[in-house]
């Protein structure tokens, strides 16, 4: 008798033990070992009500992130008069020789460059500035990235666009908010930066161009020193330019497909 009350203890406590969640030993139907349960199941099967979600402040949060519902408005509806842009840095090129663009050859082999490991000391940033309306862009080589440069890329996009609002997309590197920079734009005050959030690049439609600009300038050409590189980045430009369009932000909706054919089977 004392035997069998100390197994219907036994059983109780174990019984009465937290379910950590996992299968072991002597535990038929929990699955494999090591591997967590399934969920609850479906809250129209439980039974009973489910518990209410817990509040943690009585502030509720908005339902969109500010910062860039403002960049996309931007794309989408534009400021009266204004030209918005995207400004952005690539870079640092170095001159050496760089691989083709991925493709295949008439044979239908994968081109394959040589493998040159050489590269000059002397470095050249590119500068890019990306009009949206109608998809032509700015463009300027640098040795460096800086306020000086920056500024004198700001000169040349004022330059280019004498009326209105300048709206420049770009992220918020230390040279494009520096005390130098901020003083410049003080003098110029046509021009306003709209920086774009941590983590969201492909908010800036220059991203995009620059692979464009890869294919175009730099895909399977050797290059011995700056003004090389230079020399491209204008000669790539202006083709590019010749066939620009405007970059629309979002996707397009399909074409709605007026005449549709209809197959009979007969068996």
């Not at 950590?20 to 009500?49: E, I, K, N, Q, V």
């Not at 400021?79 to 995207?86: E, F, R, S």
């Not at 494009?176 to 959030?197: G, V």
């Amino acid at each position: 008798m004392g035997a069998g009350r100390g197994a219907v203890g036994l059983r109780r406590v174990r019984a009465t033990r937290v379910d950590s969640g996992f299968s072991g030993r002597g535990r038929a139907g929990r699955g494999d070992r090591g591997r967590p349960l399934t969920g609850p199941p479906h809250p129209a099967r439980r039974g009973r009500a489910l518990a209410p979600n817990p509040v943690l402040d009585a502030v509720e949060g908005p339902g969109l992130r500010p910062k860039r519902t403002r960049i996309i408005g931007l794309y989408t509806h534009p400021p009266d008069g204004a030209t918005v842009l995207c400004a952005d840095e690539l870079g640092p090129v170095i001159p050496r020789t760089f691989p083709p663009a991925p493709a295949w050859s008439p044979d239908g082999r994968r081109i394959k460059a040589e493998l040159d490991y050489s590269r000059g000391p002397e470095k050249t940033w590119v500068y890019g500035a990306l009009r949206v309306r109608d998809g032509q862009q700015i463009t300027m080589t640098a040795s460096s990235r800086n306020s000086v440069f920056y500024q004198q890329f700001l000169q040349q996009v004022e330059d280019a666009n004498p009326t209105g609002e300048l709206w420049i997309v770009t992220d918020n590197l230390s040279s494009h908010n520096s005390l130098s920079t901020r003083t410049w734009l003080e003098e110029h005050p046509r021009i306003h930066h709209a920086f774009i959030p941590v983590g969201a690049c492909w908010l800036n439609l220059q991203e995009g161009w620059w692979r464009i600009f890869r294919k175009t300038a730099l895909a399977g050409r050797s290059f011995a020193n700056p003004d090389d590189i230079a020399q491209a980045t204008t000669l790539a430009t202006d083709q590019l330019n010749s066939r620009a369009r405007p970059w629309v932000w979002g996707r397009t909706a399909p074409p709605t497909r007026s005449l549709r054919r209809r197959y009979v089977y007969l068996l």
